[in-house]
């Protein structure tokens, strides 16, 4: 809504006792890092991908920022830390541990990023 910012509602770390989430600098992706079509059908993998990669769309990141930004990113480190639910119920992290995932994107970046 106009004038209703994400950080207007969400904090710099999660509020469990209220359920809002939060992490520094809390904001959606732009849309040029949209995963999802005009009409919100999830892209392919190798869409995906070629996105990640794309220097015009992803911020201008080469490899190693990649890897830096999956690393280090407030946003990216609060999936793995997402807090609890309204009810008190724990919201789900990734399938796989935060160092797993930043080792498997290094040696994704380091093969040369290939895209399915
Ligand atoms: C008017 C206040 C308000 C604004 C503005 C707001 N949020 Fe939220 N948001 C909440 C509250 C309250 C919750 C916790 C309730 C819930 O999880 O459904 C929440 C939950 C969330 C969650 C967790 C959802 C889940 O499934 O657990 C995400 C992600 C999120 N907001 C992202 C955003 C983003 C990104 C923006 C800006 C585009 C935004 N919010 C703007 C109040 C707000």
């Not at 904001?27 to 070629?50: F, I, N």
């Not at 201008?60 to 997402?82: I, M, Q, R, T």
């Not at 009810?87 to 994704?108: C, E, M, Q």
């Amino acid at each position: 809504m106009p004038g209703l910012t994400c950080a207007g509602c969400h904090p710099q770390a999660n509020a469990d006792a209220t359920g809002v989430p939060g992490a520094p600098d809390w904001h959606l992706a732009p849309l040029s890092m949209q995963w999802q079509d005009a009409s919100d059908t999830p892209l392919a993998s190798g869409e995906v991908c070629r996105a990640v990669v794309d220097r015009s769309k992803n911020n201008n990141l080469d490899g190693a920022g990649l890897v830096k930004h999956v690393a280090e990113d407030a946003l990216v480190l609060w999936a793995w830390s997402p807090g609890v639910r309204t009810d008190g119920t724990a919201r789900s992290a990734p399938p796989l541990t935060h160092d797993a995932f930043v080792r498997a994107t290094r040696r994704w970046v380091e093969g040369g990023t290939p895209c399915p």
